[in-house]
């Protein structure tokens, strides 16, 4: 696998959401109690920016329609999005989220 350095764990407060760009891709990090889960940054359902949505608990919310996604898995757990969100492996090292793109 090879990581790349994406931001400072101190960006992304606990319960927050953050976009970053890396590699032509817009990733979407969720500070979940201090474990970070990357995902894409887009809903599969309108391409609505997820970083304008909500965490409700360990649950993202889409700011257009609705849909609701599970933070750790990008799995659809209320439409009307229908395909899960892409989910990149990520790691922390020395104060920083690493992803695997």
């Known amino acids: 696998m090879a990581y ?4 400072r764990t ?4 606990p319960g927050e ?4 760009n ?8 969720a500070n979940l109690e201090g474990k970070y889960s990357c995902l ?13 949505g ?6 993202l919310v889409c700011p257009w329609h609705g849909s609701r996604f599970g933070v750790g898995d990008g799995s659809v757990l209320l439409g009307p999005a229908q395909k899960p ?3 990149y492996a990520a790691e922390v090292r020395d104060g920083y989220v690493w992803i695997d793109l």
């Open 85 to 87: 969100l892409k989910v």
């Open 22 to 29: 890396a590699g032509g891709e817009e990733i979407l990090v």
């Open 40 to 52: 894409a940054a887009r809903c599969t359902h309108a391409g609505a920016p997820l970083a304008e």
């Open 10 to 13: 101190d960006a992304v407060p």
């Open 17 to 20: 959401l953050r976009q970053f």
């Open 54 to 59: 909500e965490m409700d608990g360990n649950v």
């Open 4 to 7: 790349v350095k994406l931001c």
